[in-house]
């Protein structure tokens, strides 16, 4: 994810690196090695280059919502998750709500920046 991350902060778009980290990342069970940060960075990476792929996002969200990982999300990684799936165009009921929730829990909000509120 932090390889995606930096290709896209750099505006390299290198479409079979790409390509074949997302085969990587959708192999079995290797989204669960995500940390969250890995989650936001790997969605916030595809959304900036304006690649929406509907599987690697769907697999994100549900990586997201597994067994309590959303608690790991800092304020930082709720709002490029959140704005990485705006800028796809990708409506996700459960995920927004999920990270609504996440945002409501005491004592979260004061963690968010003015970026990140925004």
Do not use: P
Not at 18 to 27: E, G, I, P, S
Not at 49 to 54: P, R
Not at 61 to 84: D, I, P
């Amino acid at each position: 994810a932090i390889t995606a991350w930096a290709y896209a902060s750099l505006g390299v778009r290198h479409e079979r690196m790409l390509a074949a980290l997302v085969k990587r990342a959708m192999q079995d069970g290797f989204l669960l090695t995500f940390s969250s940060q890995a989650v936001a960075n790997m969605a916030w990476a595809f959304a900036t280059f304006g690649i929406k792929d509907d599987e690697l996002l769907a697999a994100l969200a549900e990586r997201t919502m597994h067994q309590g990982f959303l608690s790991t999300f800092n304020a930082q990684a709720v709002a490029n998750l959140a704005w990485a799936y705006a800028r796809c165009g990708v409506v996700h009921e459960a995920l927004m709500a999920a990270l609504a929730e996440r945002t409501l829990q005491v004592g979260f909000l004061s963690t968010f920046n003015a970026q990140a509120i925004s």
